[in-house]
């Protein structure tokens, strides 16, 4: 759906399909449209998808990133959730081309032999495993600000390939679709036009005269539903437990 459809479509639920002489001007709804995306891109996880980012190792080397130690990234990159660098090649005669601690336990759990006492021998791999963190420095410090489009290096520099994951702006004329973004739209159109009205005390045509307060009533009452169904969908679905 485009941006002007979705005009149209907001102005006929604004005069209940032609039943009422009112409606908000397109540059209001426009308004009204622009800013409530920016609202769903920050609170609703249906509006935004995961991407991948590779940062090549040469871009750490550059004056432009030691000067100030930032990356520049895409303007639809909403949240950097992490930076990790990409390593490869084992120097320890692992057979696995990844040289990362999970990789390392699953090779060694499965191709290497029982041999001698197994008890003492496990104990001992699972001191080595866990020494491995230690040589093991994956991820990186890093802050990420939204208003900037950039990424801060807080860590160490980075000495090989980095790997972004991010989440971006899913396509406007995709969210648009949305069933809580119309809703959304609409709500705050209907709010916009009461305040519009009350400005005026006239009656319509043969002395009708509209209840806008009910209208105002409902629509800020719908508003807060749709929020709340937002709210709902946006549960966390994991947690840390600390021993």
Do not use: C
Not at 106 to 132: M, S
Not at 151 to 177: A, F, S
């Amino acid at each position: 759906m485009t941006k002007q459809e979705l005009i149209n479509k907001v102005n006929r639920e604004l005069d209940i399909s032609f039943a009422l002489p009112y409606k908000l001007h397109e540059e209001e709804i426009e308004r009204i449209i622009d800013k409530a995306s920016q609202w769903f891109y920050e609170n609703y996880k249906e509006a935004v998808e995961i991407q991948y980012f590779i940062i090549r190792s040469t871009e750490f080397q550059k004056p432009e990133f030691k000067k100030t130690r930032t990356i520049r990234l895409p303007e639809d990159v909403v949240s950097v959730y992490e930076v990790k660098e990409i390593k490869g090649g084992s120097l320890i005669g692992s057979i696995d081309k990844d040289f990362s601690d999970d990789k390392l336990i699953a090779a060694e759990l499965y191709l290497t032999p029982f041999t001698g006492d197994a008890l003492v021998f496990r104990t001992a791999q699972f001191q080595y495993w866990d020494l491995t963190r230690a040589f093991i420095a994956e991820w990186i410090r890093y802050s990420h600000n939204r208003l900037t489009h950039s990424v801060k290096i807080l860590g160490r520099d980075p000495h090989n390939d980095v790997l972004l994951t991010t989440y971006i702006k899913i396509p406007e004329e995709n969210l648009y679709e949305d069933y809580y973004f119309f809703e959304y739209v609409v709500n705050k159109s209907k709010i916009s036009l009461a305040n519009m009205i009350t400005l005026f005390d006239f009656n319509l045509i043969g002395g009708i005269k509209v209840n806008i307060s009910e209208i105002k009533s409902q629509a800020e009452s719908g508003l807060e539903k749709t929020i709340q169904a937002i709210n709902d969908v946006n549960l966390s679905d994991w947690f840390f437990i600390y021993h």
